[in-house]
């Protein structure tokens, strides 16, 4: 079971207090989520203006909505699809244009160069994909939705999903591995997308 | 899906999992926070409403009270009667009207007012101890109308006032407000006086 970076406890006696209008519960709240919140839009949209922005609009519309609130979900779960609905939202804007895709790129399943590089070259490959890819990869692997969930949310086919992430995978994969032949193509494809 | 790319893609999971939170760029929760916090007037507004809507309910209170209760020659035993008082109920609501409306219509308009304006003044400094203390709400709503009456005498104070009479008549209608808000209070002072005496009140038919 993946473990989400929302995945945080909050007192019902706080949501209480935030629900009665009280600024201080809130601001608690946001302290709470503020960097999960962050780093999904980040990670989602790739440009850390845009997911200031998310951040903004879905804690206001947190607060704004408190009171539909109705506890049948963890809290955090609630937030987190608001952030993700802000997140896609501005996704769909932008209409990303994907690279066309090679299945040769997918390459030996077996071998994993995202244990072998550090955080910063990983963050670094991460950034070079295009924006769907990478939220979709986003989503499934550290938000743990699955397919299904994850084409729905973005109006999709669930064959849609599962493409982007075997894409998103191999690209990584290149961009990671330097014996890959094609990873300097790659790169450009990638930032140029 | 083979068990190797599942592998592959926990393996991955694990990797983005470990990468680090981001912050954002400057103070978001001040942004945020400047738009929950209520703004300063809503408050205001929220104390001056009930405040109104108070006093309205008091005056058609206060008018009921006297149309129905009040003697056609009633005097107030013990104080010092005004002209106001001395009046029969229902002719102080036509005197009223008329001092108003006969100040609108002739030459005298600012005399009559400024007339008007003293006799209600008076009225009202010879009952305040028989009128108070007033209850929570008549208590704010009279100083919702002694705060309006003393922004009009700031514009009266003012050289080359033009709307010289406009401003007299706002004054002569705050004022009856303010007795209005005092007469109800004043009455049930002099009733209950009375009936601790033994003997009826005058108010009561």
Known sequence: ??????????????????????????????????????????????????????????????????????????????????????????????????????????GDETSAPWTQADGATLDRALSNLPATTRSVIWLYHVEGYSHPEIAEMMGKTISFSKSQLARGTARLRALLDPTVESVSCLMNTAVLS | MSDEYSRSELTLGAALRALP????????????????????????????????????????VTFVLMRYHAPSTATVAGTS??????ATTETQNVNVANATNVANDTNGNLAALQARSRELEQWLHETADAATPL????????GEIESLIGIVDVELAAPKQRDEEKLWQRRVHLLEDLTALRYSNY????????????????WIN
């Open chain 2, 21 to 60: 939170t981001a912050s954002p760029n400057g103070d978001v929760w001040s942004e945020l926070a400047a738009k929950l916090a209520p703004p300063v007037h809503a408050r205001r507004v929220s104390f001056a409403m009930p405040a109104a809507i108070a006093a309205c309910a008091l005056l058609a």
């Open chain 2, 187 to 202: 009455r049930l002072a002099e009733s209950s006086t009375a009936a601790n005496a033994g003997h009826p009140s005058t």
């Open chain 1, 1 to 106: 079971m993946t473990s989400s970076f929302f995945d945080l406890e909050v007192p019902q006696s706080l949501i209480e207090r935030a629900r009665a209008g009280e600024l201080r519960a809130f601001e608690q709240i946001y302290r709470r989520f503020e960097r999960p919140m962050y780093t999904l839009a980040l990670r989602m949209l790739g440009d850390p203006e845009a997911a200031r922005d998310t951040l903004h609009d879905a804690m206001l519309k947190a607060f704004q909505r408190i009171g539909q609130y109705r506890g049948d979900a963890p809290f955090w779960a609630w937030l987190r699809q608001i952030a993700l609905n802000e997140a896609l939202m501005r996704l769909r804007n932008r209409r990303d244009v994907e690279a066309d895709f090679d299945p040769d790129l997918i």
């Open chain 2, 135 to 142: 209850p929570g709400n008549d208590l704010a709503a009279a």
């Open chain 2, 81 to 86: 009667p005004s002209s106001v008082l001395n």
